[in-house]
């Protein structure tokens, strides 16, 4: 299958959008204006705005929004109907000179490195109901600290020195530190205790940077067009194929009228193949502007006696607000349903499949009484969650990824490093990660007596395949990662996978 890059199929209708998003967008930087004179708590605190520049610019950005109607109303008629024409994703495909090399079967095993993150790139008036703006520094910020590992790599250095070491937590203090890579250093971890003196060996761990070998990238919440633009341009350099601008806008396909795209953005080092979107039929209140839904994509990762093998990704946002569990339940049923017929629709007779892989922001966690519904889904049956025991138990080394979004900005958690030494005690935990929630997403006042790890609310699930050539899957590595700390509200998730051929 060969994907063009852009997603319309002539330079004429890729010249009339882009004329018509032109026309809206002085009523948009206006409305986006408006909602960003919010403070943010850094921005309180340093004084960076104030009454009196409120009180001069509200008036002149509503002068502007009202004298760019009649143009945005132009534009509007000229950006819906082309939609229909608008394949719901752009692609962008880089020959790089680093590239991996493809798996030969039968032969050694191999491992592979996925990433989920929530970058919270949203326009700067609507990042700040999350305690965050600025989005053309965030954006840089994001897409170096993405990279920072492989650039690193790229070097024959060692890059250890440059950040703290991973923490390997989940055993007690008397638990001997586990080695990074192999070799055993005093000095590659330290570990926490469990509450109640639980066991906790695993493959859990809280690290600073990124992999420097991630193998798939996959985001949510790049809403911003042009954010997600330059994220492409800054991790082009290190991913030879990028998904971006996911979702269908206006009312193609969707029940109402979408404003942003889906925000889900996949970056991969190995050739894509297939690729497809879906928008959740299902959708209510402020999350109905946006084209939330699922992408999969089929990647090629090499070859076993002729026949292709091949991973499937699949990463989503569920709905956000707290109440509407039935929503997120019947999004993620909805969500296997096209899992099964992607898969079915592009295999090919006798591929091997070496990986399923199912991520992204839930928006559910395993801890709150209130997202009893979600946590017995059927997903949990077909895919693995490493982090899960069962309904309401996690390991006893899984954290929460959702960050009390008011304290963002503290001294505390301000780096990746203070993130990573805040988030290895237990009362930073308590101070710093969201907690569990009732039904209707008030705080829970029961689990104030438990052991406090935050609400998990990023995924990334797995599940085998039956193939001609027997695969086995282990779980090297769960990362809880906080590079991204002042630029998001989430943590990044992490996961290493080691396929091997079964023994015959």
């Known amino acids: 299958m060969v994907l063009r890059e852009s997603p319309f199929p002539n330079r004429l209708l890729r010249g009339l959008y882009s004329l018509g998003q032109h026309l809206l967008f002085p009523s948009y930087w206006a409305t986006d204006s408006l909602l960003d004179l919010r403070e943010t708590t850094a921005e309180r605190r340093q004084r960076q705005c104030c009454p009196l520049r409120a009180l001069v610019t509200i008036p002149l950005l509503l002068l502007l929004?009202?004298?760019?109607?009649?143009?945005?109303?132009?534009?509007?008629?000229?950006?819906?109907?082309?939609?229909?024409?608008?394949?719901?994703?752009?692609?962008?495909?880089?020959?790089?000179?680093?590239?991996?090399?493809?798996?030969?079967?039968?032969?050694?095993?191999?491992?592979?490195?996925?990433?989920?993150?929530?970058?919270?790139?949203?326009?700067?008036?609507?990042?700040?109901?999350?305690?965050?703006?600025?989005i053309k520094q965030r954006v840089a910020r994001i897409g170096q600290r993405l990279t920072q590992g492989e650039a690193s790599a790229s070097f024959a250095s060692p890059r250890s020195h440059q950040f703290l070491p991973p923490t390997k937590y989940g055993a007690t203090k008397s638990s001997p530190p586990w080695p990074e890579s192999g070799a055993r250093r005093p000095d590659a971890s330290v570990v926490i205790e469990v509450p109640d003196g639980d066991g906790g060996a695993g493959p859990g761990e809280i690290s600073v940077p990124f992999p420097p070998d991630v193998d798939f990238m996959c985001l949510q919440e790049v809403f911003d067009q042009r954010a997600g633009t330059r994220?492409?341009?800054?991790?082009?350099?290190?991913?030879?194929?990028?998904?971006?601008?996911?979702?269908?806008?206006?009312?193609?396909?969707?029940?109402?009228?979408?404003?942003?795209n889906s925000g889900l953005f996949l970056a991969s080092r190995y050739p894509v193949l297939a690729v497809q979107y879906h928008c959740y039929p299902k959708c209510s209140g402020e999350d109905a502007l946006s084209a939330k839904g699922l992408l999969s994509v089929q990647v090629q990762l090499g070859s076993a006696e002729g026949q292709r093998i091949v991973g499937y990704l699949n990463c989503t946002h569920l709905h956000a607000p707290a109440a509407d569990a039935q929503i997120r339940c019947d999004q993620l049923t909805q969500g296997l349903i096209w899992v099964h017929q992607f898969q079915d629709a592009h295999k090919q007779h006798g591929d091997v499949v070496a990986f399923d892989v199912f991520?992204?922001?839930?928006?559910?966690?395993?801890?709150?009484?209130?997202?009893?519904?979600?946590?017995?889904?059927?997903?949990?049956?077909?895919?693995?969650?490493?982090?899960?025991?069962?309904?309401?138990?996690d390991q006893p080394w899984a954290i929460g990824t959702l960050l009390n979004y008011l304290e963002i900005h503290e001294e505390a958690v301000s780096t990746p490093e203070k993130l990573k030494r805040t988030l290895e005690q237990e009362e930073g935990r308590w101070t710093y990660l969201a907690g569990p929630i009732l039904r209707d997403g008030r705080p829970d006042p029961s689990a104030a007596g438990g052991p406090w790890e935050g609400r998990r609310i990023d995924y990334i699930l797995y599940r085998e395949h039956p193939a001609p050539i027997s695969l086995t899957t282990e779980v090297e590595k769960f990362s809880f990662i906080t590079q991204l700390a002042g630029c998001s509200d989430h943590l990044a998730v992490g996961l290493r996978l080691f396929l091997n051929p079964a023994p015959q």
């Open 65 to 134: 929004l009202i004298l760019s109607m009649p143009v945005a109303l132009l534009g509007l008629l000229l950006w819906l109907p082309l939609q229909a024409a608008r394949r719901p994703f752009a692609y962008k495909h880089n020959m790089l000179s680093r590239q991996p090399a493809g798996w030969e079967l039968p032969g050694k095993g191999q491992a592979f490195s996925f990433v989920s993150a929530n970058v919270c790139l949203l326009p700067n008036g609507l990042a700040k109901f999350s305690n965050l703006g600025q």
């Open 231 to 260: 994220l492409c341009q800054l991790l082009s350099p290190f991913y030879e194929h990028i998904v971006y601008d996911v979702g269908a806008y206006g009312l193609k396909g969707c029940s109402a009228l979408k404003v942003f």
């Open 359 to 393: 991520c992204g922001d839930f928006n559910f966690d395993n801890c709150s009484s209130g997202d009893e519904l979600e946590q017995t889904h059927d997903i949990f049956r077909q895919y693995q969650d490493p982090c899960r025991v069962g309904p309401r138990q």
